[in-house]
């Protein structure tokens, strides 16, 4: 059974960084589609960043290019989201999400139905 666990998440002041870590047991493959989202209250679940543990550039949203980058570790099966920058309106509770492998090269990867799924962990950015 494939399960993730989110950590780092906290709070911070605007203009500092986080680093979450999704630490993904279970997968028989090190090649899968690992993606974090963010729901931020009265909004609607938004794809933050997707990579493909595989190889391969990493996808990100506009609202976060070049603040925040993902990669990975595969020797300790983890997904990292290292994010600079902070702003308030990145607030949000923060989840990893994972699936197979070619999930990653779909037309929208930030905006497929991934099968696993974290507990999310909260970050918050106060200005």
């Known amino acids: 059974q494939v399960q993730l666990v989110e950590s780092g998440g906290g709070s911070v002041q605007a203009g500092g960084s986080l680093r979450l870590s999704c630490a993904a047991s279970?997968?028989?493959?090190?090649?899968?589609?690992v993606a974090w989202f963010r729901q931020a209250p009265g909004k609607e679940r938004e794809g933050v960043a997707v990579?493909?543990?595989?190889?391969?550039?990493?996808h990100y949203a506009d609202s976060v290019k070049g603040r925040f980058t993902i990669s990975h570790d595969n020797e300790k099966n983890t997904v990292y989201l290292l994010m600079n920058s902070l702003k308030p309106e990145d607030t949000a509770m923060y989840y990893c999400?994972?699936?197979?492998?070619?999930?990653?090269?779909?037309?929208?990867?930030?905006?497929?139905?991934?099968?696993?799924w974290g507990q999310g962990i909260q970050v918050t950015v106060s200005s």
């Open positions: 990579i493909y543990t595989g190889g391969g550039s990493p």
């Open positions: 279970g997968y028989t493959s090190n090649n899968k589609c």
């Open positions: 999400a994972a699936d197979v492998g070619w999930v990653c090269f779909a037309a929208q990867p930030l905006q497929s139905p991934y099968n696993y």
